[in-house]
């Protein structure tokens, strides 16, 4: 265990902790939009920064993906760390003047207009979507193109993917709304039945699958609904869980072996 | 060939040197990148011919080898074991060449190198000044070494040092060895590198690795590159000795595919080193395996960051990683992974080869050894210099480099690449070392220092680099993408003209938050030449703000051209060149200017031989 300070507050939390686990662990809101619980750091909008004070020069880090150190001084709001997060979210604001997430966070840091000129553009580039179709979804469907000022979230080549499974993961972790469901999307895949457009829950071995009785429509599978009321979140985060646990069922014999 | 082990490899030596007759004449061109520019390979193919024509293999030896450093000057042709040094040679001298110097031992004049400051000409390649001031203890022997032939290095003492640490050294001591010598990370943030080992060793993972980073991307910056092209043997040399100090069995060399010539070198090197049991399973009979993989790079600057260099041969989208962890505990797939630059890996030897102690007697108190520069831009020697650290700035630029080119005045020179910061004359007496860079506001990089004189201007230079930063930004983290941009963009503006006040004060926020905030070294260090140049050339920023004009008359926007009255004596020089027949007049009268056609091209003004064109 360690014992660190945030904000003058003491704290003790396991080895391997990030600061943002740790202050939130004290109820210390840090803003951020990359980060979500589940998901591996990723370090990309870095409005989580926050001071260490150390004698050779207070450092500033990314409260997301650095973890906490015996002894360590942290300080969310210093005046320092304010000015550079004001900074990023008018780099945010002049790229995405009309989302409202970003309007909301400029407006509880008191920025009333960006100094920048405004780019129009709807997706802040946080990754959420890509890493949770990679990591969580287990698919791939999108990812970055290009890089720098170009850099966009896409299929590759622009094309319609053939992997997707439909599964709106990355539509309901988007936190722009960049990212939206096709409703007609459900007929698109009736059309390519028997080919690579799978029901999620078929793929992650949670139902047989043959044909769907639903024409596809999530909306109105009953497992599908059960888990969103049950664990009130998205199901393919759900059905991780639920997938991790039977894995471990299914590998427990193993470990009684090698007992 | 037979498998060499500890003694083999003495015998094998030997046998090497009995072969050679150190008193036979031997011609060296360089076939670095450098002398490619000026086509060395046709005085090669040249020299090859007239050695046939005149059947005179008995008597004189040929050998291509790798980047001499004085690119400035080349194609060089050096000729053992007098060290007869011709640059510019073109393909018409080697006739004279073979027939004079060879058979004669005469000296030919006109390809004698000539200082231009003094006008003295000289000989022997050690007494040219750009050579004499160097301290080349990595870079030497890439004029002495065939690269594509492991003999040349194994005759020149090459693999000794490995010998000895396979057979004579533990890990520990290795380790204690490279930490005695002060070795810093030659990449550019000089990181202690005994320490960064003694942590991927201390790694409980039974699986690790090394790579060698040979992804130099800085704008005029090429001694990795040299070096991986005219003494590959030394970086493999050297990573086997980090392999088994650190216990790792694989490495990896990641190098850049628009670099061909050396991809080929060290993969002919890795070859021949397999071949003789000097790299792959029991090196050296020693039960110790080690093998070297290239992964070719798709060139992006970013993967000089060492997360993104990982995620790069992992196969993934090109992006750094947050830190910590740190590679040296969580790098390649996960495993400890240690990794460092070309250079850093060519120190290993010489350190082992002659001691801690000898190596550390170099350089400053903190940093040790010598640095290789590549001295770019405004300057009359331009090529790869290898310095001890401290040297000053001045004896960089002006002993070695030779001062600026027609008598202009020096204005700042650049070091640490695209992402290092301008230092200007009144610091040019600063000596160079990681500290004192650093504490200017610039850095030591990977070892690029670009001259720049009094036709330069500040904002402009400013902007350059923002730009090139601007489209090798991977885009991942806002600071990075965004503020560059933005920060680029204010510098165009004010480049055109259209700066206005404020600005200044809003550039050195955008860039303190670029700075401090951005995930990795590409973000955190692409301020430093907006910094620079406005805490040292404030004046210039204001002048372009305030004044709407550009004091070095490069801004396109900003300046004017106009003829002098009382200097044009109307020669009529300039009209023809004039590519919109802006200029016009009588013969031996005034001529004109019309301000409407001109471009501001510059054709004009570098006809003139009156100084009559004036830009303001």
């Known amino acids: 265990m360690i014992t660190l300070s945030i904000d003058n507050q003491e704290v003790t939390v396991k080895e391997g902790t990030t600061i943002l686990e740790a202050s939130e662990k004290l ?19 870095r409005l989580c920064v926050v001071e260490i004070i150390k004698e050779k020069g207070n450092q500033i880090v990314a409260a997301c993906s650095f973890p906490v150190e015996k002894g360590m001084k942290v300080i969310t709001n210093s005046d320092r760390v304010l000015k550079r997060r004001r900074m990023i979210i008018e780099f945010l604001l002049a790229r995405c003047p009309d989302v409202q997430a970003v309007k909301d966070l400029a407006k509880k840091m008191g920025i009333k207009k960006s100094r920048f000129k405004p780019k129009n553009d709807d997706c802040i580039l946080c990754g959420l979507c890509v890493r949770v179709c990679d990591e969580i979804a287990g698919i791939g469907a999108i990812g970055f193109v290009d890089r720098g000022k170009k850099l966009k979230v896409d299929t590759p080549f622009h094309l319609a993917s053939n992997v997707c499974i439909g599964c709106g993961a990355c539509s309901y972790v988007c ?80 470990k009684k072996i090698q007992e | 060939m037979r498998k060499a082990d500890e003694i083999g490899l003495k015998e094998l030596k030997n046998s090497i040197l009995q072969e050679r007759d150190p008193r036979k004449p031997c011609i060296t061109i360089c076939g670095g990148t450098g002398c490619h520019g000026y086509a060395c390979e046709k005085v090669i193919a040249a020299v090859e011919n007239e050695i046939e024509r005149q059947n005179l293999k008995d008597i004189v030896n040929m050998r291509v080898t790798g980047c001499h450093g004085f690119c400035e000057r080349g194609p060089i042709v050096v000729i053992y074991p007098k060290k007869v040094f011709y640059q510019r040679v073109a393909v018409d001298d080697v006739a004279e060449i073979i027939s004079q110097t060879i058979t004669n031992g005469n000296i030919i004049e006109r390809l004698l190198y000539v200082d231009p400051n003094t006008g003295v000409k000289f000989i022997h390649e050690d007494d040219v000044p750009f050579y004499n001031k160097q301290k080349r203890i990595i870079f030497g022997n890439n004029g002495k070494i065939d690269p594509t032939n492991i003999s040349d290095y194994i005759a020149l003492d090459g693999y000794n040092a490995l010998c000895k640490a396979l057979f004579h050294m533990t890990p520990e001591q290795i380790i204690e060895e490279v930490e005695k010598s002060g070795l810093r990370g030659r990449g550019g943030a000089g990181f202690p590198t005994g320490k960064k080992w003694a942590i991927t060793k201390a790694a409980k993972e039974r699986i690790k690795y090394i790579i060698c980073n040979c992804d130099e991307g800085d704008p005029g910056a090429y001694m990795d590159r040299s070096l991986m092209e005219g003494n590959p043997h030394s970086v493999l040399e050297g990573m086997a000795i980090g392999a088994y100090a650190i216990g790792t069995h694989e490495g990896y060399i990641y190098i850049r595919n628009e670099y061909p010539l050396a991809l080929k070198n060290v993969g002919i090197a890795i070859k021949q080193a397999e071949e003789l049991g000097l790299l792959g399973e029991n090196i050296l009979n020693s039960g110790f395996d080690f093998t070297i993989r290239i992964h070719k790079a798709a060139g992006a600057f970013v993967c000089g960051e060492e997360t993104a260099l990982i995620s790069s041969i992992e196969g993934k989208l090109d992006g750094p990683r947050p830190r910590p962890p740190f590679p040296a505990l969580k790098g390649l797939w996960d495993k400890p992974t240690n990794i460092n630059n070309v250079e850093t890996w060519a120190n290993v030897p010489v350190i082992i080869d002659k001691g801690a102690d000898w190596c550390s007697k170099i350089g400053t108190e903190k940093s040790k050894g010598t640095k290789i520069f590549s001295l770019v831009g405004k300057v009359n020697n331009t090529g790869l210099v290898e310095v001890p650290m401290g040297m000053t700035l001045r004896e960089v630029v002006f002993d070695i480099g030779g001062g600026i080119p027609k008598g202009k005045n020096f204005k700042a020179v650049q070091t640490g690449g695209p992402s290092g910061g301008c230092i200007p004359e009144s610091l040019i007496d600063l000596p160079v070392d990681f500290e004192r860079l650093t504490e200017v506001g610039s850095m030591m990089g990977s070892g690029g220092m670009i001259v720049m004189d009094e036709n330069t201007c500040m904002v402009d230079v400013a902007k350059y680099f923002l730009g090139f930063l601007e489209d090798e930004s991977c885009g991942k983290c806002v600071p990075c993408r965004e503020g560059i941009e933005k920060m680029r963009e204010i510098l165009t503006n ?14 050195e926020e955008i860039a303190l938050t670029v700075k401090e905030t951005s995930l990795c070294g590409l973000g955190q260090t692409a301020s430093n030449p907006v910094l620079t140049t406005i805490k040292y050339f404030r004046d210039e920023y204001e002048e372009h703000i305030i004044n709407k004009r550009c004091p070095a008359g490069v801004c396109l926007d900003l300046i004017s051209y106009s003829i002098d009255a009382e200097k044009c004596n109307g020669c009529g020089a300039c009209v023809r060149p004039c590519p919109t027949q802006a200029i016009t007049g009588e013969k031996k009268k005034l001529h004109s200017l019309d301000q409407e056609k001109c471009i501001k091209c510059g054709v004009c003004y570098e006809t003139c031989k009156f100084d009559s064109i004036i830009i303001k």
């Open chain 1, 175 to 254: 936190p722009t709304g960049s990212i939206e469901m096709e409703f007609d999307a459900a007929k698109r895949f009736r059309e390519s039945l028997g080919c690579e457009h799978k029901c999620r829950y078929a793929l992650m071995g949670l139902v047989s699958y043959k044909v769907c009785s639903n024409n596809y429509e999530c909306w109105r599978c009953k497992i599908d609904q059960r888990i969103r009321d049950t664990l009130k979140t998205h199901p393919i985060f759900a059905a991780k869980e639920i997938k991790t646990e039977q894995v471990k069922q299914y590998f427990s014999f193993l």
């Open chain 2, 494 to 507: 004010i480049c055109k003209g259209e700066g206005e006040e404020g600005d200044i004060e809003l550039l």
């Open chain 1, 27 to 45: 109820g210390i809101e840090i803003l951020k939009l990359c980060y979500l619980e589940g998901l591996p750091p990723y370090g990309a909008c």
